[in-house]
T-cell receptor
Framework: EDQVTQSPEALRLQEGESSSLNCSYT??????LFWYRQDPGKGPEFLFT???AGEEKEKERLKATLTKKESFLHITAPKPEDSATYLC????????????FGAGTRLFVKA | NAGVTQTPKFQVLKTGQSMTLQCAQD?????MSWYRQDPGMGLRLIHY???????DQGEVPNGYNVSRSTTEDFPLRLLSAAPSQTSVYFC???????????FGQGTRLTVV
């Protein structure tokens, strides 16, 4: 069964304290792995897509990496405005457009 | 350019009532979908559509109906609301093979 597990559930950082969020996945043939950001009371906002092991994508203070079993979202020198829930999702080959989401990691960055 | 618009933003229903959650997009995207988001769980796919006149079931379709008569609109109908359908509902669109999905702001539904 295709599955996505994110850890930790919640992460509290001081401003400038770098860290990583983890997304472990089990899928029968990965078509793509996605990262989204979700602010309270809003819909998810697309960040990255990763397609194959070894691939990396960067956007401002965020860098996403991918292995055959997991993805990491590295946050370098975070700022309070980076506080949000970060969602990981996967699409399987042959699964059409079906996207499986993890429960998310809530990130709190304190000034 | 509004993107994806969901109405209403909040709704309280009594058990057994029916209602329709509206989703409209102005991006001319082929693919539209409905998700529900519950605490501690990932977004779960309810129904989706790959174009006007074509719909299919997702992971948790029971108790919900959809139709897609136009490219722009994809309403979600609750036939007889149950407390288990208390959730936040999101509509999303994407264009063809593009990986990027665009989400609406959500509808928070409470069934009492």
């Amino acid at each position: 069964e295709d599955q996505v597990t994110q850890s930790p559930e919640a992460l509290r950082l001081q401003e400038g304290e770098s860290s990583s969020l983890n997304c472990s996945y089990t899928v029968s043939g990965l078509r793509g792995l996605f990262w989204y950001r979700q602010d309270p009371g809003k819909g998810p906002e697309f960040l990255f897509t990763l397609y194959s092991a070894g691939e990396e994508k960067e956007k401002e203070r965020l860098k996403a990496t991918l292995t055959k079993k997991e993805s990491f979202l590295h946050i370098t020198a975070p700022k309070p405005e980076d506080s949000a829930t970060y969602l990981c999702a996967v699409q399987a080959r042959g699964g059409g457009f079906k996207t499986i989401f993890g429960a998310g990691t809530r990130l709190f960055v304190k000034a | 350019n509004a993107g994806v618009t969901q109405t209403p933003k909040f709704q309280v229903l009594k058990t057994g009532q029916s209602m329709t959650l509206q989703c409209a997009q102005d991006m001319n995207h082929e693919y539209m979908s409905w998700y529900r988001q519950d605490p501690g769980m990932g977004l779960r796919l309810i129904h989706y559509s790959v174009g006007a006149g074509i719909t299919d079931q997702g992971e948790v379709p029971n108790g919900y109906n959809v139709s897609r008569s136009t490219t722009e609109d994809f309403p979600l109908r609750l036939l007889s609301a149950a407390p288990s359908q208390t959730s936040v509902y999101f509509c999303a669109t994407k264009q063809g093979a593009s990986p990027e999905a665009f989400f609406g702001q959500g509808t928070r539904l409470t069934v009492v």
